[in-house]
């Protein structure tokens, strides 16, 4: 089944604490003190990030926190989109998706929102890359992010139809070798 979907939302599976004791930047003491802290002030109705109670408590840097967040949920989205590509029956199996580059462009009480850049390669024809940007959100309450499938696939169809001169209609053709995308005859425009 393909998992062209709609907006999907994906429970990522590190948790912050477990990803900076594992990347040593806090201890599990540092983690266990400042998540009873975190606790503590959400009886209190005080919504603290664990990443800025070790920040200010531990003098954990902040920047390397983000930095390794950051990289955390591209990391998981890029596993996610290369899952995506492999199990759409409309697109080639070949595709290679190269991560690029994260961005956090907006940040709130509940979550935070941003864009997640990457390559889309074919074996062989690099020099037709493409980009694709996807935007996704992150809810610090279920550490869940949300990704927009159908336009992930729409994106991908259009780059290789751009990039390669592949017409949308010869892309749904399932189980095509990825050698034969540019030997297929080319639309007429009588039809």
């Keep these: 089944?393909?998992?062209?979907?709609?907006?999907?939302?994906?429970p990522l599976t590190t948790r912050f604490g477990e990803l900076l004791i594992e990347n040593g930047l806090?201890?599990?003491a540092q983690v266990s003190l400042a998540l009873a802290r975190q606790e503590d002030l959400r009886l209190q109705n005080q919504n603290i990030r664990i990443g800025e109670l070790l920040h200010k408590e531990c003098g954990i840097d902040k920047k390397a926190m983000e930095n390794l967040f950051r990289t955390d949920i591209?990391?998981?989205?890029?596993?996610?989109?290369?899952m995506l590509i492999s199990e759409e029956a409309d697109l080639p199996k070949a595709l290679s998706c190269i991560p690029i580059q994260a961005r956090i462009t907006?940040?709130?009480d509940e979550g935070l929102q941003g864009e997640a850049d990457f390559q889309i390669l074919l074996p062989g024809k690099q020099e037709q890359a493409f980009s694709l940007c996807l935007t996704f959100d992150f809810r610090f309450s279920d550490h869940s992010t949300t990704i927009d499938l159908p336009e992930?696939?729409?994106?991908?169809?259009?780059?290789?139809h751009e990039a390669m001169d592949i017409p949308v209609t010869e892309q749904e053709q399932i189980g095509l070798p990825i050698d034969n995308l540019r030997s297929l005859p080319p639309e007429t425009e009588d039809t």
């Design 1 to 10: 089944m393909a998992l062209n979907i709609g907006m999907m939302r994906i």
């Design 26 to 28: 806090a201890s599990p």
């Design 106 to 108: 907006g940040e709130g």
């Design 74 to 82: 591209f990391r998981q989205i890029l596993m996610r989109l290369r």
């Design 152 to 160: 992930a696939i729409d994106q991908i169809k259009k780059g290789l």
